[in-house]
């Protein structure tokens, strides 16, 4: 296991920051094949293959099942037995697929969407170390990786563009621990007919965060987070106390099982830790290429047809 950076021996406060626009370009210069594992509040992995990022999971945002469960892509019975049949082999993208259950192109979407939101979620909260552990024989992907893989200039570049809206948020109040809550004068009039829009009002009762509004719907973090933003600028939501519910109560706790994202509040974000300058003059200029994501191309056509966007 070899660590990248870490708190200082003996000093406890302040701790020291990894900065990802370091640590993950060099071991994409290296063709490093592994897990990272990143420490923070809450932290989380990413994986690497030959040099290119094929995974990325956090709890602080959903993951592709929860994408693919919560938001109703695909049924818990087909979850069920497609991952009965494919996981044993590390065929369930392929399984999921050849079912009929969802198109190709929308998994890829859906996988390459919860790699860039697990990513955006670690920076957000912040990173304080990383270890890296090289693959080893017998070693496993996710079920559900993105392949060939995410070069580390793409991700950092679309991290770094959706952190420039976190910091454009900051003047509306926007934080991880606001918990929404509907308007004291109702503007049912502004939701119109978007479906996000009215899934967030629904489930901003005062005791959930934007990351267990994201989990209960099967969005990404970064998209809830921006219609909130959006709700909030145009007086469609309050933002709530932090910790508070309405009328300045305590709030009151979720039914056990209503969000399996785990538990309401996470760590505060300590200030500078997204690192959100050095990471934009990393992440700077070229273009992004475009590689295919799951390997999944030589299935037939007609899969595809159905598939859409992620959304996330």
């Not at 099942?65 to 009965?84: C, F, M, N, V």
């Amino acid at each position: 296991m070899s660590p990248v950076t870490g708190a200082a021996g003996g000093v406890r406060e302040p701790r020291a920051v990894a900065r990802i626009d370091e640590f993950l370009p060099r071991f994409a210069r290296e063709g490093f094949s592994g897990v990272l594992r990143v420490d923070g509040g809450p932290g989380g992995a990413i994986w690497m293959r030959d040099g290119l990022v094929v995974a990325a999971t956090t709890p602080a945002a959903p993951g592709p099942e929860s994408l693919l469960l919560r938001s109703g892509r695909i049924s818990e019975q087909d979850w069920t037995e497609a991952y009965a049949v494919g996981a044993p082999a590390d065929r369930l993208a392929a399984e999921l697929a050849g079912r009929g259950v969802i198109g190709v192109a929308g998994l890829e979407a859906v996988c390459l969407a919860a790699t860039f939101d697990a990513v955006f979620a670690m920076v957000l909260y912040g990173i304080e170390s990383c270890r890296a552990e090289p693959a080893g024989a017998g070693d496993r992907l996710p079920l559900l990786p993105v392949l060939p893989g995410i070069e580390a200039g793409r991700l950092l570049r679309e991290t770094a563009r959706r952190m420039a809206y976190v910091a454009t948020w900051r003047r509306l109040g926007m934080s991880m621990r606001i918990r929404p809550v509907p308007p004291a004068v109702p503007a049912s009039t502004l939701l119109g007919s978007d479906r996000i829009r009215r899934a967030v009002m629904e489930r901003a009762n005062g005791r959930r965060t934007p990351r267990d509004i994201a989990f209960v719907l099967g969005k990404g973090l970064f998209a809830v987070m921006s219609e909130i933003a959006r709700m909030v600028e145009e007086g469609v939501l309050d933002l709530g106390a932090p910790g508070s519910a309405p009328g300045g109560k305590t709030p009151a706790p979720e039914p056990a099982g209503a969000d399996p994202g785990g538990p309401a509040d996470l760590p505060r974000r300590r200030p500078g830790t997204s690192r959100i300058n050095e990471v934009l003059a990393a992440a700077g200029g070229g273009p992004i290429t475009s590689r295919p994501l799951l390997a999944l191309r030589s299935l037939p056509r007609q899969w595809a047809d159905d598939a859409g966007p992620a959304g996330e």
